[in-house]
């Protein structure tokens, strides 16, 4: 009970990969008493089910939970393109669109992030199943696209661009975006 109280709150799902490891070590010990030990097979099966509804429970909270808040971004996603294709400029706020911003809140959570950049409008949220992540609308594709909170850090970037350029010293600082390389001179 205690574990579908706390994982199933928005934003902490990924909690789940911290009981992965006892909850295996556990189902492997089962899986013995269940075949060796008669006696307490019953038991352990009832404590196999109670295991699953909550892992079933938890699944169900964050997926009922992301289709809500999903479906509701929808909504604010269409009208945010529906202005720019109308109106040939971004809104200024959601509030322009009718949409109440405490409404907005209330609905998307407090993080969801709407703005005008380069005259093209942005639109995120946070997803529901962790508090890193951000579920980002691409106007032009017209589609959700799940951005990690890993990639946008850059932490999962297997290629520096030190690496990619061949002629680059750990201690060179890298150049200026836009300029061109600097030919490598022999001696």
């Known amino acids: ?50 295991w699953a509804f909550a892992v079933v429970l938890i699944v169900a909270a ?31 706020n959601l509030a322009e669109l009718g949409f109440k911003p405490d409404d907005v809140e209330d609905k998307l959570g407090s993080n969801f992030k709407y703005a005008c950049v380069d005259r093209k409008p942005r639109f995120s949220y946070v997803a529901t199943f962790t508090v ?6 691409d106007f032009v594709r017209d589609r959700w696209k799940y951005s990690s909170w890993a990639q946008k850090k850059a932490y999962l970037n297997t290629n520096p661009p030190a690496i ?10 890298l150049p200026a975006p836009g300029s061109r390389p600097a030919v490598p001179r022999t001696p």
Do not use: N
């Open 62 to 92: 964050h997926y009922l939970r992301h289709e809500q808040t999903r479906r509701d971004a929808d909504r604010i996603a269409l009208a945010i393109d529906r202005h720019f294709l109308r109106q040939g400029y971004c809104a200024a």
């Open 1 to 50: 009970m205690v574990c579908v109280l706390t994982i199933g709150q928005a934003h902490a799902g990924f909690l789940l990969l911290l009981l992965v490891l006892p909850l295996g070590a556990w189902l492997g010990w089962s899986a013995y008493v269940i075949v060796r030990r008669p006696y307490a097979r019953l038991a352990q099966i009832f404590a196999l089910f109670i």
């Open 164 to 173: 990619a350029d061949r002629g680059a010293k750990p201690s060179t600082p």
């Open 132 to 137: 890193f992540d951000t579920w980002d609308y």
